[in-house]
């Protein structure tokens, strides 16, 4: 599969008089975890909204390459972005609540018209054979995060902390090629937190392009490779995880030193 690259260049978003995002640059290849740290209101989750189509940007470029074809991000859609494998998950879970926990993960990023029939398709008696497939898959994906159990429960019954899981284990078998992951390890049990990491640490191998906000700053050492910090819409600091998270700038302004 061809090597994919999200790219954004002086992304700014602001809302009213507030600039939540100042010209913020990034790269994220596939097979890199990129962890974006920031206090509260740093400007985190609106980037991520910027990226996928969420929030209107300013942006001088926004693409994703794959392999040698490179496609502009900024006129597509959210569903568009996420039909070429640009997938986000939520700082708080959006589940369907009609489906049970391996629809909603077999969804997957499907999004439109798409969507419609997928909804049919896996809600309605017997499955055609791409319906069993994508089951199997969602189920796999759910087991790696030990949720197998809940397969068949509504998402309504389940914790935030599982919620959020499957989220994320929707996000995976979606077969994106960048993901971009919202403080996916809150309230989460430390069980559940270990076996997320192991699973966000796999996509490496599957090449794909993490996008990682974290609050947490040893799973981001954990996770990263490189660290990206802001604060009020701005960066601060860019390196290696442990050089910027152990750098004066990042301890001063997380730990007061
Ligand atoms: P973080 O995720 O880093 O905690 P956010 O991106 O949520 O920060 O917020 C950054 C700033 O943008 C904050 O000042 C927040 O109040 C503001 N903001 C975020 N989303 C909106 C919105 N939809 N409308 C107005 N202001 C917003
Ligand atoms: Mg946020």
Same mark, same amino acid.
Request: hydrophobic share 45%.
């Given at each position: 599969?061809?090597?994919?690259?999200?790219?954004?260049?002086? *992304?700014?978003?602001?809302? +009213?008089?507030?600039?939540?995002?100042?010209? #913020?640059? #990034?790269?994220?290849?596939?097979?890199?975890?990129?962890?974006?740290? $920031?206090?509260?209101?740093?400007?985190?989750?609106?980037?991520?909204?910027?990226?996928? $189509?969420?929030?209107?940007?300013? &942006?001088?470029?926004?693409?994703?390459?794959?392999?040698?074809?490179?496609?502009?991000?900024?006129?597509?859609?959210?569903?568009?972005?996420?039909?070429?494998?640009? &997938?986000?998950?939520?700082?708080?879970?959006?589940?369907?609540?009609?489906?049970?926990?391996?629809?909603?993960?077999?969804? $997957?990023?499907?999004? +439109?018209?798409?969507?419609?029939r997928w909804f049919?398709? !896996?809600? +309605?008696?017997? =499955?055609?054979?791409?319906?069993?497939?994508?089951?199997?898959?969602?189920?796999?994906?759910?087991?790696?995060?030990?949720?197998?159990?809940?397969?068949?429960?509504?998402?309504? /019954?389940?914790? =935030?902390? /599982?919620?959020? !899981?499957?989220?994320?284990?929707?996000? *995976?078998?979606?077969?994106?090629?960048?993901?971009? !992951?919202?403080?996916?390890?809150?309230?989460?049990?430390?069980?559940?937190?270990?076996?997320?990491?192991? /699973?966000?640490?796999?996509?490496?191998?599957?090449?794909?392009?993490?996008?990682?906000?974290?609050?947490? #700053? /040893? =799973?981001?050492?954990?996770?990263?490779?490189?660290?990206?910090?802001?604060?009020?819409?701005?960066e601060f600091a860019?390196?290696?995880?442990?050089?910027? #998270?152990?750098?004066?700038?990042?301890?001063?302004?997380?730990? $007061?030193e």
């Open positions: 599969m061809s090597t994919v690259q999200l790219s954004v260049r002086e *992304m700014t978003v602001r809302f +009213g008089g507030v600039v939540a995002v100042a010209q #913020l640059s #990034l790269d994220v290849t596939g097979g890199e975890i990129v962890a974006l740290i $920031g206090p509260n209101g740093a400007g985190k989750s609106t980037a991520i909204n910027g990226l996928s $189509g969420f929030v209107p940007v300013t &942006v001088a470029t926004m693409s994703v390459r794959f392999g040698d074809d490179v496609v502009d991000l900024a006129p597509l859609s959210p569903p568009q972005r996420s039909r070429l494998g640009i &997938v986000r998950t939520f700082q708080t879970p959006r589940l369907i609540p009609e489906l049970t926990v391996w629809q909603n993960v077999a969804m $997957g990023s499907v999004a +439109g018209d798409v969507r419609r049919e398709m !896996l809600g +309605g008696p017997g =499955l055609s054979r791409g319906a069993r497939d994508r089951r199997d898959r969602a189920v796999t994906a759910l087991a790696a995060l030990g949720l197998d159990r809940l397969a068949q429960d509504n998402p309504g /019954e389940l914790s =935030l902390g /599982e919620q959020r !899981l499957v989220e994320i284990a929707r996000a *995976m078998v979606s077969g994106a090629r960048v993901l971009l !992951l919202d403080e996916p390890f809150a309230g989460l049990s430390s069980v559940e937190q270990r076996r997320l990491a192991d /699973e966000i640490d796999k996509l490496r191998a599957a090449s794909v392009a993490a996008l990682l906000v974290e609050h947490n #700053l /040893e =799973l981001v050492r954990s996770l990263a490779d490189t660290v990206v910090a802001m604060d009020q819409g701005a860019r390196g290696d995880a442990a050089t910027v #998270l152990d750098s004066h700038e990042v301890r001063e302004r997380y730990l $007061g």
